[in-house]
């Protein structure tokens, strides 16, 4: 029989932290260690997936929810790695006033419609606005990315407050970003995770450090794909002990 995939949804609340890089990394990444990897673009507000990765599919998860294509019709596999996408609608912003039928219809796809992955990387969009938070309590695992920058600190408080209202038992764990130094990260993780074990009563798991680099803007400047274009480097390295730690 085959096994229902693992719905990974990476949430922030602070716009601009790396959500769509580190879902697009992260999906290259655990596909590197043999998992089928789908990445789902659901920021309804500006999808940028494929931006970031210089591509123009034909289909996208409009195209879905307006009926023109099933899903696995509107899903492309990158051309040079071993992942495949889920465009949203780039750019428009015509996701974000989806009528209450299709934002139901849009939430259940990663689960209904993604038979035969392993993982499925669900990219939102900034804030904790209801569609954001109806997928991140609908994931397996939330990753929670913060940065040291005190009002990311704050968001990412929220976010995990929020989850821990929809999902009292949910998996929800940390990612720490664009720190100079592992240990500064870890100060990052520590400081939230007090304030969630004080306030909330429960102590979120660290999934990772990645550190600031150089060669994250470059890649995404060249639209190619981190390891593919820099496969060692500071980045990247902290970005496969991640996904080490999530295929484990
Ligand atoms: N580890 C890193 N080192 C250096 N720069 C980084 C790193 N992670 C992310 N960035 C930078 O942060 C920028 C924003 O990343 P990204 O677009 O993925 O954020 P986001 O959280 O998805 O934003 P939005 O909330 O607008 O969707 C990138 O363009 C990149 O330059
Ligand atoms: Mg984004």
Excluded at 80 to 94: K, M, P, V
């Amino acid at each position: 029989m085959p096994r229902d995939p693992r719905l990974i949804a990476i949430a922030s609340g602070k716009g601009g932290v790396g959500k769509t890089w580190l879902a697009i990394t992260l999906a290259d990444a655990l596909s590197r260690l043999g998992r089928r990897v789908l990445l789902f673009d659901a920021d309804f507000g500006l999808a940028n997936i494929d931006v970031q990765l210089g591509l123009m599919p034909a289909f996208d998860l409009g195209s879905v929810l307006d009926g023109s294509v099933s899903l696995a019709g509107a899903v492309v596999r990158h051309p040079d790695c071993q992942f495949d996408i889920l465009a949203g609608r780039s750019g428009t912003g015509a996701m974000a006033d989806l009528d209450p039928a299709q934002l139901e219809a849009a939430l259940a796809m990663p689960r209904c419609g993604s038979a035969g992955y392993d993982d499925v990387l669900i990219d939102l969009g900034a804030g904790v606005e209801r569609a954001v938070r109806r997928m991140a309590s609908l994931s397996d695992i939330l990753l929670v990315l913060a940065t040291e920058e005190p009002t990311s600190l704050t968001d990412a408080y929220a976010v995990l407050k929020l989850h821990r209202l929809d999902r009292p038992l949910g998996d929800a764990r940390v990612v720490v970003n664009m720190v100079s130094t592992q240990a500064a990260g870890e100060r990052t993780y520590f400081t939230l995770r007090r304030a969630c074990s004080t306030f909330l009563r429960f102590e979120p798991r660290l999934a990772g450090i990645v550190r600031r680099d150089d060669k994250v803007r470059d890649a995404i400047r060249r639209q190619v794909p981190l390891l593919t274009r820099h496969p060692v480097c500071q980045a990247s390295g902290d970005i496969e002990v991640v996904a080490q730690g999530l295929a484990g």
